[in-house]
């Protein structure tokens, strides 16, 4: 999306806010943003990254946010860009010392009518106004420094039908899958990005591999340790390291080994290897392919 | 002219005495390699519990900081390197500096910053110059203490905090140098390294990481719009060579994250390491490990300095194992490449090595709209906990992973902002302690734990300190790989271990979270 700056060369210096018509066609290419985040969960686990981030950004009304959309787009909108990224005339709003200083369109107001501001345009437009447009901002700050609310959008670009003959052949899908058995119906239960991430590796849980959870589904890793005498056991692994197993047995009681260099032995069995495989090796365009025909089994 | 307390001069960083641990990576190589070998293969399955504190936060009287006062209680988090000098600790936690006794774990003061809201990474701990003390603070402030009381000389700000830079680097003391920089990459920043007057905490140079028009770098962004958005944030404490006077210091990653439509080009110096005179802030030379970088694959990893020879001729390098999975060897002087290699299995997001030793990006591999399926994950195969080398077995040690995951691009607007993508899906397939032959690359020998990325110490006694994952503290053999000891902590081990000599005996030291652990032989 561009400004069309001949337009804005026509204009005279002072703007009135009156959400004109004339100013609404201008800019009307500008979009509506999405509705603004709330501050995200954030990734976590990888050194605290993403925890206690909400505080520091104010979170404005909804309505106050509503109305600031459009109060921006035909107030700042042609300068300041779309949404507040900068435009040919005016800088970016977001990362921006006056905006990230605010409060309430407090230091924005006085920004906006103090000298730096008004020698480039004056801005008529009344307190609440500008509160409403710093609301906005506010809203996209919060917006551009999250990580969790993301869209995904055009998954769907592979070919089923590649897909489906890779299935049938040099993927070996249909050695435990059918698209009449396990896998009917799943393009319309699931979206597409879940099926995406699904056919790569089925299982959640921590690191997507169920590591440490005792999960006793069929698909669940399972340990077997086997003793110097013979004796194996086998249960899900909820602790491995070198100096100690515990496993949970199939009667639900947990049991715990001493382990000295190696002994007992320990060996992780992954019913889904075959998909640890997959992961290793799945092209990108074999698994769009893959994800376009599941979307087709309805 | 400063005159010495005896406490710590600068060259007392150069040459450690063996009863200190005068800087975060020890000494200025960066190695975590110490020459003390009382604990050595033979003997260390004899290590014994000297003592455990559990470190409160808790504020006292002596505060600082313009923000609000944090509630009491609440659980440490030490993920520093504790500074050793004359017999005292000392450590840091979330925007606090604690002065602890090495013979018996007891608090001897604390200083508590009333930090403004920011982003608390986590802090690497302290820098000491003589009698002062520095460190950094989460809302971006330089803050200097006297060593022996606690109290504040002086806070300086270095950035805006509600700009959303985070800093949490420990300030290297060079010379009358203190090395500093902040962090940021959730708003779209420019980051930077600045020294600093031990005295007065004043600006002596800054250097802008994210190349600004007047520096040849400028030319690998297409506009200073995508400079003053770039990213590369200083989260790690630099690297240092006596000799050749060059400071190196890594840098973060590129932003907008994910998408690169508005950085068109290698975007210098996003993702490097760069080699500083520390009396100037002139650059010498740049490597830059991951160009154009769209994984949030930051260079916030040690740039080892080691001496060996190679093809007969003694040379002067520097290694750094990526966040990638690429390792990098370069000769210190000039930044060219000696070697790169992959330092685990399966990245699949290169499709070869150019002879500058840096990666050929596949830009398929890039986050796509419909998803790339993409090893590693954003996290990395490792990340910053500290990778040792071992100049008696010629290993770097590094903790690593190796992994997958679906990164989609979600911001394809010629101005993307943030994060700007997402990843899902995938996982883990192992995680190892690997050891690097750092002449060819290979790995010489391999270990599973529960934890990729992970800190370690190497000693002259033969001996690799680590763990597990699982909460245990462990000496490795640093020549295979074998466990010959272990503790298990209340909580993994958490931060850097340090060694260290005290009355005559040879200590180890490490955090399991709030608590402090020393050990020694019986």
Known sequence: MRIDMLALVHLKKTVAFVGGVALVTLIANVQAQPPAAQPPAGRGGTGGRGGGRGSRFKIYPRDAVDRGLPAYNSTCGYCHGDRGKGGKAGPDLIASVVTLHDEDGVQLAKFVRGPEHSKVVKIDASDSQIGDIAAYLHSRVVYSSGRGDVHLSEVLVGDAKAGEIYFNGAGGCNKCHSPTGDLKGVGGKYDPAVLQETLVMPRRGRGGFGRGAADTSPTARYATVTLPSGDSFKGAPLRVTDFDVTLRLADGSTRTWARNHGVPRVEITDPLQAHVDIMTKLSDTDMHNLTAYLATLK | MTAWSQNLPPNDITHPKPDSWPTFHGDYSGRHYSPLKEIDAGNVHNLTLAWVNQISVTAGSNIGGPGPMPPSGGFANTRCAPLLVDGVLYITEPNQVLAIDARTGREIWKYTWRGLPAFALGNRGVGIYGDWLFFETYDDHLVSLDIKTGKERWNKEMADVKRDYFSSVAP???????????????????????????????????????????????????????????????????????????????????????????????????????????????????????????????????????????????????????????????????????????????????????????????????????????????????????????????????????????????????????????????????????????????????????????????????????????????????????????????????????????????????????????????
Do not use: C
């Not at chain 2, 790995?443 to 800190?455: E, F, L, P």
């Open chain 2, 172 to 522: 290297l003391v060079v010379k009358n140098h203190v090395i500093v920089g902040v962090g940021g990459d959730f708003l779209d920043v420019p980051n930077f390294a600045e020294a600093r007057d031990p005295e007065t905490g004043d600006v002596q140079w800054h250097f802008w990481t994210t190349a600004h028009e007047g520096d040849p770098g400028f030319k690998t962004w297409p506009n200073s719009n995508a400079v003053e958005h770039g990213g590369a944030g200083v989260w790690y404490p630099p690297t240092y060579d006596p000799e050749l006077n060059l400071v190196y210091i890594p840098t973060g990653n590129a932003n907008p994250v994910m998408a690169g439509q508005s950085r068109e080009g290698d975007n210098l110096y996003t993702a490097s390491v760069v080699a500083l005179n520390p009396d100037t802030g002139k650059m010498a030379w740049y490597f830059q490990y991951s160009p154009h970088d769209t994984h949030d694959w930051d260079a916030a990893q040690t740039p080892i300095l080691f001496d060996a020879v190679i093809d007969g001729t003694p040379r002067k390098l520097l290694a750094q194992a990526h966040r990638s999975g690429l390792f990098f060897v370069l000769d210190r002087t000039n930044g060219k490449s000696i070697l790169t290699a992959p330092f685990v299995e399966g990245l699949n997001w290169y499709k070869g090595i150019a002879p500058n030793g840096q990666p050929i990006r596949d830009p398929m591999k890039e986050p796509q709209v419909a998803g790339a399926l993409t090893s590693p994950n954003s996290s990395g195969s490792t990340g910053w906990p500290n990778p040792a080398y071992n100049p008696d077995t010629g290993l770097f040690y590094v903790g690593t992973t190796q992994s997958y995951t679906i990164f989609y691009k979600t911001d394809t607007d010629p101005q993307p902002e943030g994060y700007s993508g997402t990843e899902r899906g995938g996982g883990v397939v192992k995680t190892e302690l690997r050891a690097i032959d750092v002449k060819t690359g290979k790995i010489a020998w391999k270990h599973a734990t529960n934890i990729g990325a992970q800190s370690l110490l190497t000693t002259a006694g033969n001996l690799l300190f680590g763990s597990d994952g699982s909460g245990n503290f462990i000496a490795f053999d640093a020549r295979d790989g074998e466990p010959l000891w272990h503790a298990g902590l209340i909580a993994n081990p958490s931060n850097a271990p340090i060694t260290y000599m005290l009355d005559g005996h040879q200590y180890l030291l490490v955090a399991g979270g709030a608590n402090l652990y020393a050990f020694r032989l019986q």
